[in-house]
Each structure stands twice: as structure tokens, then as C-alpha cells.
């Protein structure tokens, strides 16, 4: 063999090389091949086609700057608790999304569900796992009272503001009543020494207590509907997916992530509950989750949808801000049906590969086990599952979660104290 025919025969297959190269980038790296109605898909899931927030009318401060600030110094405050040691915070920690990977949330006792990620929250018309509260303000008022959560009770926290936040809470909500003679722990709670104390006062003594602490709740909705989630990788991806810029394409989302994502929007039919910008439809879903065996029984929405109807501080309530025609949600709710049994909110997805376990009882150690229980597709405990078999194979589950794990990203938090508890790793007394 000639110098000159080797020479010709390696530029041969050079170039088969690199034409072979080039099919195979062609084939297997995401391209703008993303058909319209997909790329339309695409877009209504990116972090920018998130609408502005609009005003909750059921709390007219809601968007007061001086609310939101007397409700975050409130969300880290462990006094505001039985014993002294339990915060907003001590749950819903910024380090850790707003929540607290537990399995099961640890106030002054342990409770029977997980805590819920915060971040876009206000976007959503119903709260907790199974929607019982209809506003960020009522939902914050119930752990206050809860006795495995805060423990306390509305009198003992209308003292508190009285003797901290007196200057910040008479600048927002007016004069503060005169509390002298009144209880130093009382309300309609478990405790039989303060529900005596409370059935003990005038009707009129438990009404000026419980606007005050309404109005607690009402600040700490004003600083929570402040806390966002910001683009992640995914989001990225979209708008380079919408320039139609390849190089960006490669660049922010591998091969895995995309075929996951298109996982995610077609064959994993994930979009049924986790759409939008939020990656939820903020409704309720029986999706065949095993019922946790060292708890009571849980039915969800079933007995949730009740218990908003008749909640004391829900939209209809005196102590709304909102106008009967504001309340749709609430008045024409579905509250009863064979449909509602264990069904449970349809958490965001956004930063959800940070915040196992997973489901309303943490059933689910990691993102495996959840992407195995809705490939299989089990029969429910109770009611009816609304999942459908999809036998994925072990690479789709692999990329389905290389996918979710694009959706993480730094929260927006224009928060002094939680940068300071973020720091610290725990909620802080004032």
C-alpha cells in the first residue's frame, strides 16, 4: 500500500467518522423537533406563563408590605407555641423548600401527614393535603391551635402581640382592645383548661380575641404569598426551545432529561394532575397511594371538602374580607361523593426532587418508588384510583427522574429572617 493510497483511505474514513458523528448528534441529541401543539405545551408549563398573583379578597392585606413583614417575624417566632419551641418555621424551613423531609411533621407532637411545600402556594384555592381551608390565612391559623402542632390557643397569642408587636400590629389593624382581665391562655381547643377558660368568657370577649387573631393569620398569608419558585434548567430549556436555538438546547438539558420530558407530557400522562407553571392542577387525586398502616384512617378530600364548608374563618365567614360572588370555589365545591375518598392535593413538582419523602404520609422513601408505584398502577385502599397502568420500562423511569430533577431551583425569598434561619438551620426565637 502506497504513502498517498493510506493517506486517501484515512481521509476516507475521517469522513465517515465524522458524517457517522454527525447522525448520531443529529439522532440523539434534542433538536427543535418539538411538534406545535408540544412546543405549545412546553410553554404553558414555563415559569413564564405563570400569571401576576391577584389580590385574595378574603384578606385585604394580603399585599401590604408592613403585613408581610409583621408576618414573617411571626413565622419564626417560637413563642407563638405551647412550649416555646415551635415555629411556622420549624415545619416549613426555608433551607429545605418550606418543608421538612420528614415523613411525618414533628411540632409539639407528632402529626398524621407530611408538611406542604410554600412556595406558589398562593395560587392555589385550597390548603393542606385534602383542601379543609380555603385561604393562606385561615390554613396558617389552624397549626396555631392544632395540639400536636403549635398547641396553644388564640388568647395566649393575642398576649403575645399585645406584649412583642404591639407597635406593628396597631400601625396595620388599628388599637389593640384592652386585654385586662382576659385569660392568659384560652380558646376553643382540646385542652380542657383552656376551652373552661374560654367557654368562661363573655361571647362578646371571644369575638374582640378572635379578630385579633385573625389578623394574625392574615400577616403571615401577606409574607407567604411572597415566597416563589424562579426558573430552573427546564425553564431554560423552553425558551431556548421557543428561539429555536439548538446550541442552548444541548447546552442546558441532556439527552435523558429530554426524553424524560417527553415522557412527562405524553406517555407518563403526568400532565393529568402536575400542569402549568406550577407543575399542579391544585386539586385532588386518588391515585391509588397504600394507606400508611401505623395511622388512622385518612380520607382525604372526602372529609377535608366538609370540614372548608363549615370552617370558622372560611370565605364566607365575617372575619373574610371577600363578597359572597368572591367565594365561588367554596360555594360550589363538589363536598360529597364516593369520588372524594383519598383523594389528596396535587403537590407542585416544582423543586420536587428536594423534598423527600413523598405523598401525604411520606409513603415513598425517594422518586423511584414513586415513579415505580405510577408505572404499576395499584388498586386504592378505598375509592378509586385514577391511574392507569403505563409499564415503563427501567430506562423511561430513569429518564422520567432525570427529568423532575431539572424542575429544582433557588426559591425567591425577599426574607431577612429566613436567610438568617437559613443560615443558622433552624427557625429562630425573637
Not at 359 to 383: I, K, N
Request: charged share 20%; glycine share 6%; net charge negative.
Amino acid at each position: 500500500m502506497t504513502p498517498h493510497f493510506s493517506r486517501t483511505v484515512m481521509i476516507l474514513l475521517g469522513g465517515i467518522i465524522l458524517v457517522s458523528s454527525s447522525i448520531a448528534a443529529y439522532l440523539f441529541w434534542p433538536r427543535s423537533a418539538w411538534s406545535k401543539d408540544e412546543i405549545a405545551t412546553l410553554r404553558s408549563l414555563w415559569i413564564g406563563s405563570l400569571p401576576p398573583l391577584a389580590q385574595d379578597p378574603s384578606n385585604q392585606y394580603d399585599d401590604d408590605p408592613a403585613a408581610a413583614a409583621l408576618g414573617e417575624k411571626i413565622f419564626f417566632d417560637t413563642r407563638f407555641s405551647s412550649n416555646g419551641q415551635v415555629a411556622c418555621a420549624t415545619c416549613h424551613l426555608p433551607q429545605l423548600d418550606f418543608q421538612d423531609s420528614k415523613r411525618l411533621s414533628e411540632g409539639v407532637g407528632v402529626t398524621n401527614r407530611r408538611s406542604m411545600p410554600i412556595a406558589g402556594m398562593a395560587y392555589s384555592p385550597w390548603f393542606f393535603w385534602d383542601g379543609r381551608k380555603d385561604s393562606l390565612w385561615a390554613q396558617a391559623l389552624g397549626p396555631l391551635e392544632n395540639p400536636v402542632e403549635h398547641g396553644g390557643n388564640r388568647t395566649q397569642y393575642v398576649h403575645l402581640i399585645e406584649q412583642y408587636y404591639k407597635v406593628e400590629y396597631e400601625t396595620l389593624f388599628g388599637a389593640l382592645p384592652d386585654l385586662a382581665g382576659f385569660p392568659a391562655s384560652a380558646g376553643p381547643v382540646e385542652d380542657a383548661v383552656a376551652r373552661a377558660a374560654w367557654d368562661a368568657m363573655s361571647a362578646q370577649e371571644q369575638e374582640i380575641v378572635t379578630l385579633v387573631f385573625v389578623n394574625i393569620g392574615k400577616a403571615i398569608a401577606a409574607y407567604e404569598r411572597r415566597i416563589m419558585p424562579t426558573p430552573s434548567r427546564f425553564d431554560d430549556y423552553v425558551e431556548a426551545v421557543v428561539a429555536e436555538d439548538e446550541e442552548t438546547m444541548k447546552d442546558t438539558l441532556t439527552p435523558d432529561e429530554v426524553a424524560g420530558l417527553r415522557l412527562f407530557i405524553g406517555k407518563a400522562n403526568c400532565l393529568q394532575c402536575h400542569n402549568g407553571p406550577l407543575f399542579t392542577d391544585n386539586h385532588f387525586h386518588n391515585t391509588g397511594v397504600p394507606a400508611a398502616a401505623d395511622l388512622p384512617e385518612d380520607r382525604g378530600r372526602a372529609l377535608g371538602a366538609q370540614q372548608a364548608l363549615t370552617d370558622e374563618f372560611n370565605c364566607l365567614s365575617r372575619y373574610s374580607d371577600a363578597g359572597p360572588d368572591d367565594c365561588a370555589d367554596l360555594r360550589f365545591m363538589i363536598a360529597e361523593g364516593h369520588e372524594l375518598e383519598r383523594q389528596y392535593k396535587a403537590p407542585s413538582l416544582r423543586n420536587v426532587a428536594e423534598r423527600a419523602p413523598y405523598m401525604h404520609a411520606g409513603q415513598f422513601r425517594s422518586l423511584d418508588e414513586v415513579v415505580a408505584h405510577y408505572s404499576q398502577a395499584p388498586e386504592a385502599p378505598a375509592g378509586h384510583s385514577e391511574l392507569e397502568a403505563l409499564a415503563l420500562t427501567a430506562q423511561e423511569k430513569h429518564q422520567l427522574i432525570a427529568f423532575l430533577r431539572t424542575l429544582s431551583a433557588p426559591l425567591s425569598i425577599d426574607s431577612p429572617l429566613a436567610l438568617h434561619a437559613e443560615s443558622e438551620g433552624l427557625p429562630s426565637k425573637q
